[in-house]
């Protein structure tokens, strides 16, 4: 996730966005860690896109159905994404237009909540490529000085017929050529 902390010590007050909302996953997620407590889910998009894709889907049940009412959902606005695209294409001499492709409303608005302090962390990449998650994470927050970008996920395996054991996968599409510094 965003923090060094396991699950269970997360304070239940970090509030973390969803921008990728229109997946049922993704809605499910926020659901399940509100109901367990364990985070403050922000879901970014239309309420009503939202709502719809949550009722078209299987999982409907009182208590989830419940759960979803008490999710803050903030709606899209086009303002940072534009910040970030006039930003991108006078620095890479391209047009309005081309850095408007580069960069999804979603993301940008996600970034732009994340550097204001607006929210804790942001989890996305159902829907979105790696490319259009890191691009818009860099040129829309930045790096720490002496600091780069790696990709690595963790697999937790849940069946018993496998070991027990949490496994690190180094992303190529981020780290094309890894190297152990």
């Known amino acids: 996730m965003i ?7 997360i ?6 966005l969803f921008p990728e909302s229109t997946d049922i996953r993704v809605i499910m997620a ?15 998009g239309s309420q009503e896109a939202i709502i719809s894709t949550f009722r078209a889907s299987w999982y409907t049940d009182d208590e989830r159905r419940w759960a979803l009412e008490d999710i803050e959902i903030i709606p899209l606005d086009p303002n940072p994404q534009e910040t970030l ?15 408007k492709k580069l960069f999804p409303l979603d993301l940008a608005q996600a970034a732009a909540f994340l ?17 259009d998650v890191i691009r818009t994470g860099y040129y829309g927050l930045g790096l720490m000085p002496d600091h780069r970008i790696s990709g690595e996920f963790l697999m937790i395996p849940w069946e018993k017929s496998i070991q027990s054991d949490i496994y690190t996968i180094g992303d190529s599409a981020v780290t094309p050529e890894p190297s152990s510094n």
Do not use: C, F, M, N
């Open 3 to 9: 923090s060094h902390l396991p699950l269970d010590q």
């Open 11 to 16: 304070p239940p007050w970090t509030r973390i």
């Open 30 to 44: 926020a659901i399940g860690l509100q109901i367990a407590g364990i985070i403050e889910p922000v879901l970014l």
């Open 85 to 99: 695209v006039v930003e991108y294409s006078l620095k890479k001499w391209i047009s309005i237009d081309e850095a």
């Open 115 to 131: 550097r204001e302090w607006r929210v804790d962390g942001v989890v996305s990449g159902s829907i979105a490529t790696t490319a």
